[in-house]
């Protein structure tokens, strides 16, 4: 299922009443604050008020976000506004609208397992999560899952006060579903399956090294698992915790296809670690003059560096961890003259290797 955003509603429901530029008249506070604005003006925490029901004139604008027809307004410019928001209720009633969104929770059943650095990692996650799911929803569909005594502890020894709803495993009955986000699991995760009365639930594993990993298959095993793949390959999605979150919002929120708001929301980090293991998988090795080299096809090369849009830092990046490597073209194979074996590796014996069998290399 695709849902409307919650400023996607309020500014249909301003279109209808002929609203079209509101001005804030304050300063706007973080993230997509039109988003979150939409939430505050339907709980009441925000008034929009017209134009000529206002005591004064409101000064013209700049459009800081726009949503169908309606743009809205902050600080001085040049949009003449039509109606003021102000931080109390305004006479435009958006009482009768209901927001109806899936859930998301950061489940901590594994946080006694994580060192004191990802634990400090996996607070900064989860903090920058809530933000996200406020910028794509409401707060209220964001919760903690499955917090022990020392989760709590450490938590709230950072989040003065502790903005986050606490969920307990019993409280998993009231959805009709959960999905647990789980990049080993068999199928892929779809907006089919997700319904206003879904959770979905990321687990709150931050592991820098290989101890944990695998470790999300622990995490409701009694639940379904999904996992989020770019066209089948698990490596190219970013793997924290608020920057998957984000890929899902976007996903539900939008036209894209789950591949297409990966794309979108690639991080560098999650292309260098793509392309570290292509190079594993995808170079053979080279012997020429008693040199060992490595190098890719030019095929390959020039269609994960069009598909991502890798430039030649993430090239350079990636050949550190390779020891260097090289692009060639099918004629380098003109130049072998036999094959040996390293480590359990073919290797390719050339003759000798000519610039133009080489498209770059790298470093």
Same mark, same amino acid.
Request: a positive charge; proline letters at 4%; one cysteine or more.
């Given at each position: 299922m695709k ?5 996607e ?10 609203v ?7 300063k ?7 988003n979150r ?6 709980k ?22 726009e ?12 949009e ?28 901590l059943?594994?946080f ?14 989860i ?7 406020k ?15 020392e ?5 709230k ?7 986050f709803q606490?969920l ?5 009955k009231r ?6 986000l ?6 892929e ?12 639930v990321?687990?709150g ?8 990993k ?8 009694? *639940? /379904? ?6 066209? @089948? !390959?698990?490596?190219? +999605?970013?793997? $924290?915790?608020? &920057? ?9 929120t ?5 591949y ?25 090795? *080279? /012997? ?6 490595? @190098? !890719?096809?030019?095929? +390959?090369y020039? $269609?994960?560096? &069009? ?6 830092f ?21 130049r072998v ?13 050339l003759k ?5 069998d ?6």
């Amino acid at each position: 299922m695709k849902f409307k955003r919650p400023k996607e509603i309020v500014a249909e429901r301003l279109s209808v009443l002929g609203v079209k530029r509101p001005k804030l008249l304050f300063k706007p506070g973080r993230g997509d604050f039109f988003n979150r604005l939409a939430y505050g003006l339907v709980k009441g925490s925000y008034g929009v008020i017209l134009q000529e029901e206002f005591e004064e004139k409101i000064l013209p604008g700049k459009v800081l976000d726009e949503v169908g027809e309606v743009k809205l307004l902050a600080f001085r410019g040049g949009e003449e506004a039509d109606a003021a928001v102000v931080k109390r209720k305004g006479t435009v009633d958006f009482s009768d609208i209901t927001f109806n969104y899936p859930d998301f929770a950061v489940e901590l059943s594994l946080f006694n397992e994580l060192r004191e650095r990802e634990r400090k990692s996996l607070a900064v996650q989860i903090e920058i999560t809530y933000g996200t799911i406020k910028d794509y929803f409401t707060p209220e569909n964001f919760y903690i899952l499955s917090a022990s005594d020392e989760a709590l502890f450490f938590l709230k020894g950072i989040f003065k006060p502790f903005p986050f709803q606490l969920l307990e495993p019993e409280g998993l009955k009231r959805y009709d579903r959960v999905i647990v986000l789980d990049p080993n699991a068999e199928e892929e995760f779809t907006h089919e399956e997700v319904t206003p009365n879904t959770l979905i639930v990321v687990g709150g594993i931050v592991d820098s090294s290989e101890r944990l990993k695998g470790s999300t298959a622990r995490v409701l095993p009694q *639940f /379904l698992h999904r996992r989020i793949t770019y066209k @089948g !390959i698990v490596s190219v +999605v970013p793997d $924290r915790i608020n &920057e998957i979150v984000k890929i899902v919002c976007d996903y539900l929120t939008s036209n894209l296809s789950l591949y297409e708001a990966v794309k979108r929301n690639l991080t560098r980090d999650s292309k260098l670690r793509f392309l570290r293991e292509l190079l594993q998988k995808e170079s053979r090795r *080279f /012997l020429v003059g008693g040199a060992l080299l490595r @190098g !890719i096809p030019e095929e +390959v090369y020039r $269609r994960w560096k &069009e598909e991502l849009s890798l430039t030649d830092f993430f090239f350079r990046k990636g050949a550190k961890h390779v020891s260097g490597f090289f692009v060639y073209r099918p004629s380098v194979f003109d130049r072998v003259i036999g094959e040996t074996e390293k480590r359990k590796k073919k290797v390719y014996v050339l003759k000798e290797l000519r610039d133009e069998d080489i498209v770059a290399k790298y470093p």
